[in-house]
C-alpha cells in the first residue's frame, strides 16, 4: 500500500489537535484541503478514522489503533531533526524517560543535577508511572528507557543495569510509638491500618508476595496511586506502611515517624536501568545512559552489575 507519508503528519495534526480548522492552521494550510487528504487516507485504508461531533471530531477504534503508532514515529522524527540540527555540539535533543517515584527520590534526581551542568541543551522528559505500566510504554517505543524498581518481568530482548538496592523499613505516626518498642509478626499487621500502593505496581506484588511466603493473606487498608502520597499519610497517623529508609530517615531523626521492626527480614529490592536491545537510541539518550553507567561505576553508593535477560 503506497500512502503519501504527507497525509500521515496531517493525520497526526488532526487526532492531536481534535479540530480540523486548529490542525490546519498549525500546518499552515486550509480546513478543505486537511478535510479532503483526510478522506483520502480513509479511502486508501479503506475504514473510518474520525467521528464528527458538536465540539469536534473523535477518533474511532481504528484511528487511536492508527495514532499510536504514528504519534510515536512522529515525535522520533522530530528527535532525530533536532540532534542533526545540532549533532556537531553534541548536546542538544530530548530523552525521554520512565521512572517510579522511588527511582527519582533515590537515584535519578541527583543524576538529573550533574547531567544538566554537563549538558544543559539536553532536554529530559520524565513518566511517570507504575513500573508495569511504564514497562509498556517501553515496549511500544514511546520511551527511550525506564528507570524502575523490582520486581518485574521484562522480554528477553530487553537489558537490565542494576544500579542501585535500597531497604525499605515499617514506619508508623507518633500515635504508633507503641508500637516501636517491640517486634511485629507480620500477621500482627492485619490489626493496623495499612497504607499501601494499589494494584498494578511492582510494591503492591512485592508485599503481596511477602505476606503469602509468611502465610498471610492481607490487603492495605487504604490505597495511594504513588509513593510519595505514602509518607504524608503516614506521618498523619492514617496508618504504617512500608517506605524506603532513605526517604524515612529525615522524618524518623526529627521524631515525626516512628520504626517498627518486624520479627523478619524484608527482602532488599533494587533499581534498574531497562532498555530496548533491539531499537537504537538517540544521540541524547545514548548520551545520558552512558552518563548514567559511568556516574554508577566511580559511585561506591551505587551497587551496579551488568546483565541481560
Known amino acids: 500500500m503506497d500512502i503519501n507519508f504527507e497525509y500521515y503528519k496531517i493525520?497526526?495534526?488532526?487526532?492531536?489537535?481534535?479540530?480540523?480548522?486548529?490542525?490546519?492552521?498549525?500546518?499552515?494550510?486550509?480546513?478543505?484541503?486537511?478535510?479532503r487528504i483526510m478522506k483520502l487516507l480513509e479511502a486508501q485504508l479503506n475504514c473510518k478514522l474520525f467521528?464528527?461531533?458538536?465540539?469536534?471530531?473523535?477518533?474511532?477504534?481504528?484511528?487511536?489503533?492508527?495514532y499510536s503508532h504514528v504519534e510515536i514515529a512522529y515525535r522520533h522524527l522530530l528527535n532525530a531533526q533536532e540532534e542533526i540540527c545540532r549533532q556537531n555540539s553534541h548536546r542538544g535533543g530530548t530523552v525521554e524517560i520512565g521512572a517510579t517515584e522511588t527511582a527519582l527520590y533515590l537515584f535519578l534526581l541527583n543524576i538529573f543535577h550533574d547531567f544538566k551542568q554537563e549538558y544543559p541543551a539536553i532536554r529530559i522528559k520524565i513518566h511517570n508511572?507504575?513500573?508495569?505500566?511504564?514497562?509498556?510504554?517501553?515496549?511500544?517505543?514511546?520511551?527511550?528507557?525506564?528507570?524502575?524498581?523490582?520486581?518485574?518481568e521484562i522480554p528477553k530482548t530487553f537489558s537490565c543495569l542494576n544500579v542501585m538496592e535500597f531497604e525499605e523499613?515499617?514506619?508508623?505516626?507518633?500515635?504508633?510509638?507503641?508500637?516501636?518498642?517491640?517486634?511485629?509478626?507480620?500477621?500482627?499487621?492485619?490489626?493496623?491500618?495499612?497504607?499501601?500502593?494499589?494494584?498494578?505496581?511492582?510494591?503492591?506484588?512485592?508485599?503481596?508476595?511477602?505476606?503469602?511466603?509468611?502465610?498471610?493473606?492481607?490487603e492495605p487498608n487504604m490505597e495511594v496511586a504513588t509513593a510519595g502520597l505514602m509518607l504524608p499519610m503516614i506521618e498523619n497517623n492514617l496508618g504504617i506502611g512500608f517506605v524506603p529508609k532513605k526517604m524515612a530517615s529525615p522524618l524518623?531523626?526529627?521524631?515525626?515517624?516512628?520504626?517498627?521492626?518486624?520479627?523478619?527480614?524484608?527482602?532488599?529490592?533494587?533499581?534498574?536501568?531497562?532498555?530496548?536491545?533491539g531499537r537504537g537510541k538517540s544521540l541524547a539518550a545514548d548520551t545520558f545512559y552512558k552518563f548514567m553507567k559511568n556516574k554508577c561505576a566511580i559511585c561506591p553508593l551505587y551497587n551496579i552489575g551488568f546483565f541481560e535477560l
Open 11 to 35: 493525520f497526526y495534526y488532526v487526532a492531536k489537535y481534535g479540530n480540523i480548522t486548529k490542525a490546519a492552521t498549525a500546518l499552515g494550510s486550509n480546513q478543505p484541503n486537511v478535510t
Open 51 to 66: 467521528t464528527r461531533e458538536s465540539r469536534g471530531i473523535s477518533l474511532t477504534e481504528e484511528g487511536k489503533l492508527l
Open 129 to 152: 508511572h507504575s513500573t508495569p505500566e511504564t514497562m509498556k510504554q517501553l515496549a511500544s517505543g514511546k520511551l527511550d528507557f525506564a528507570v524502575i524498581t523490582t520486581p518485574f
Open 169 to 218: 523499613i515499617l514506619v508508623g505516626g507518633t500515635q504508633y510509638l507503641n508500637l516501636s518498642k517491640g517486634l511485629l509478626e507480620p500477621a500482627d499487621i492485619k490489626n493496623y491500618s495499612w497504607i499501601g500502593l494499589g494494584r498494578g505496581s511492582a510494591t503492591y506484588n512485592f508485599y503481596k508476595d511477602f505476606f503469602i511466603a509468611h502465610k498471610v493473606d492481607l
Open 252 to 277: 524518623l531523626n526529627e521524631k515525626k515517624l516512628v520504626q517498627i521492626q518486624l520479627n523478619c527480614d524484608i527482602p532488599k529490592r533494587s533499581i534498574q536501568i531497562v532498555s530496548d536491545k
